[in-house]
């Protein structure tokens, strides 16, 4: 909450916003200016900026986000601070701190219990300890939901959107109506245990919005980490051939032991694919080249690792907790701020 901490970012994202200055620049002066050689193949830079600026995109974008929501706690406290005649400081001693109580015994025995398998000590010895931590949480907590109150009273809008990249999709790999007013882009592995996560999520997201969130898969393979997946992409096209892509990706994610070519083929003829046609289909590695497409899309747009979502083309990396979506759902769908924060 300290002035210092709010400007460290602010200048940490004019640093990052410099840096996509400098590679816009050197782009234009240095387009052939050779960074590594592999086998005698020559890579250049300017091979590197699309996949650099949409990073940086990101990051800026994350740091202003962070920046941004500090400014604002410290905004609403200094004008609480002023109301109440106290020093800033003080405002969330008095309206907080003060009045969080201390951790009972009933917590602190629960705590220990849930925590036993890594507690060696016997209670009394991490009681002190406990209790600290204890404390420490609910100060936290009941700081965001005063903070929390402060935004409601004040009628708090954020007007900084993160950027934007126009990501295509294939309507033959859409799950949902294709005419929905948001559209989830994904990349993902399907070798990749986050990507495995984030199943039930997206399924969930698209039975609360039926109709109006539709979800598209786009191959991501990381060969590097992942020997099975590259393959189970293949594979997952040769389904979609026959009409059983979604069914085929389900089984993927929900069997990750059976990614090998035995197991991708036990899957086609769980479905009652036709085998022949999906062996041969597998065996001639005909869209590889596909999947290649999407992965350097992908990178262009900035995704670095699995899962990668961009919704109506927002980006957000990573296992995301359900809420996370909501929020840039309903703001693609024009659902207010306050009415986004109160479910």
Same mark, same amino acid.
């Given at each position: ?21 400098? @590679? ?28 650099? *600026? ?32 106290? &020093? ?17 015994? %009933? ?10 398998? +890594? ?13 600290? &931590?204890?404390?420490? %949480? ?64 997206? #399924? ?13 898969? +786009?191959?991501?393979?990381? +060969? ?43 899957? %086609? ?5 036709? =085998? #022949? ?26 995704? &670095?690792?699995?899962?990668? @979502? ?9 296992? *995301?907790? =359900?809420? &996370? ?19």
């Amino acid at each position: 909450m300290r002035v210092s901490s709010v400007s460290l970012i602010i200048l940490l994202a004019a640093c990052l916003l410099a840096v996509c200055i400098h @590679f816009a620049k050197t782009s234009i002066t240095k387009t052939k200016e050779p960074v590594a050689v592999i086998a005698g193949q020559t890579i250049y830079e300017d091979e590197l900026l699309p996949r650099v *600026q949409a990073q940086l995109r990101n990051q800026e974008y994350e740091l202003k986000s962070r920046a941004l929501e500090n400014l604002i706690d410290q905004k609403l406290l200094e004008a609480e601070a002023m109301k109440k005649g106290i &020093a800033v400081g003080e405002v969330l001693e008095q309206e907080v701190d003060a009045k969080v109580a201390e951790p009972t015994e %009933a917590e602190l025995v629960a705590a220990y219990q849930s925590q036993k398998d +890594r507690l060696n000590p016997p209670f009394e010895e991490v009681k002190r300890q406990l209790q600290r &931590a204890l404390k420490q %949480a609910k100060l936290q907590e009941g700081r965001q939901e005063y903070l929390k109150h402060l935004r409601e009273q004040a009628g708090v809008s954020i007007l900084l959107r993160p950027p934007k990249v126009e990501v295509g999709y294939d309507p033959a790999r859409l799950r949902g109506d294709p005419w929905a007013p948001v559209i989830i882009v994904e990349f993902a592995d399907f070798q990749c245990p986050f990507c495995r996560q984030a199943q039930p999520t997206l #399924k969930n997201l698209l039975a609360k919005y039926k109709g109006r969130v539709s979800l598209a898969y +786009r191959d991501f393979p990381l +060969r590097g980490l992942h020997a099975q997946g590259q393959l189970a992409a293949e594979a997952s096209r040769c389904a979609g051939e026959q009409g059983k892509f979604w069914e085929y990706h389900d089984l993927l994610f929900a069997n990750p032991g059976k990614l090998k070519r035995d197991g991708l083929v036990e899957h %086609a003829r769980s479905l009652r694919l036709d =085998e #022949k046609q999906f062996d041969s289909c597998l065996s001639s590695g005909k869209y590889k080249a596909k999947i290649e497409e999407d992965l350097q899309e992908g990178i262009r747009a900035g995704v &670095a690792g699995t899962p990668g @979502f961009f919704i109506n083309g927002s980006f957000l990396s990573g296992i *995301q907790a =359900e809420a &996370a979506f909501d929020g840039m759902i309903q703001a693609e769908m024009g659902v207010p701020e306050e009415k986004r924060a109160a479910q």
